[in-house]
T-cell receptor, first 115, second 115 residues
Framework: AQSVTQPDIHITVSEGASLELRCNYS??????LFWYVQSPGQGLQLLLK??????LVQGIKGFEAEFKRSQSSFNLRKPSVHWSDAAEYFC?????????????FGTGTKLQVIP | DVKVTQSSRYLVKRTGEKVFLECVQD?????MFWYRQDPGLGLRLIYF???????EKGDIPEGYSVSREKKERFSLILESASTNQTSMYLC??????????????FGEGSRLTVL
């Protein structure tokens, strides 16, 4: 069965500092991987996705993520965090080569940004 | 823009009542999903559908059923609501990854309280 682990429930960083959110997945074949962000009281927005090709993926709002097959990881990074990045971040995995798509999410990491 | 519309933003129901949550998408997506979101547990997949009249159980299907009679509409049914089904319910849709899709588009959510 596919699954996603986000080991950090809460992370606090200072504004301007770098950020890395961890994500480990379990999937039998080559996965499709996603990062979504949910601001307080808002819906989920896609930050970036990995389907194939270059293992370093660029997303919106200055975020990037790197797919490492050997570590079953897809960590999200940002070089300099802004106060508006405070939100909850969700990693997700799916397959898709078989035609339909089951998408499984992790439990989320809540990011707090301090001045 | 893709629009996923959930019929009710807030519902209050009594234990034992039958509850219908409706979701409509306007982008001809093949896949539709129902998740529940609870603090600390992330998004958990209840059911998903990859075609009209086709459905697959997700990770927590117990106590729920679904219906997809038309491609654009996916309904979640709680046959006999219980207090432990108090939650935020999120509907999402996606195009198949093989057809250039894969990204989930979410509705605004339906917050259900069962008394």
């Amino acid at each position: 069965a596919q699954s996603v682990t986000q080991p950090d429930i809460h992370i606090t960083v200072s504004e301007g500092a770098s950020l890395e959110l961890r994500c480990n997945y379990s999937y039998g074949a080559t996965p499709y991987l996603f990062w979504y962000v949910q601001s307080p009281g808002q819906g989920l927005q896609l930050l970036l996705k990995y389907f194939s090709g270059d293992t370093l993926v660029q997303g919106i709002k200055g975020f990037e993520a790197e797919f490492k097959r050997s570590q079953s990881s897809f960590n999200l990074r940002k070089p300099s965090v802004h106060w508006s990045d405070a939100a909850e971040y969700f990693c997700a995995v799916s397959g898709g080569s078989g035609g339909y798509q089951k998408v499984t999410f992790g439990t989320g990491t809540k990011l707090q940004v301090i001045p | 823009d893709v629009k996923v519309t959930q019929s009710s933003r807030y519902l209050v129901k009594r234990t034992g009542e039958k509850v219908f949550l409706e979701c409509v998408q306007d982008m001809d997506h093949e896949n539709m999903f129902w998740y529940r979101q609870d603090p600390g547990l992330g998004l958990r997949l209840i059911y998903f559908s990859y075609d009209v009249k086709m459905k697959e159980k997700g990770d927590i299907p117990e106590g729920y059923s679904v219906s997809r009679e038309k491609k654009e509409r996916f309904s979640l049914i709680l046959e006999s609501a219980s207090t432990n089904q108090t939650s935020m319910y999120l509907c999402a849709s996606s195009k198949n990854p093989g057809a250039g899709g894969g990204e989930l588009f979410f509705g605004e959510g339906s917050r259900l309280t069962v008394l």
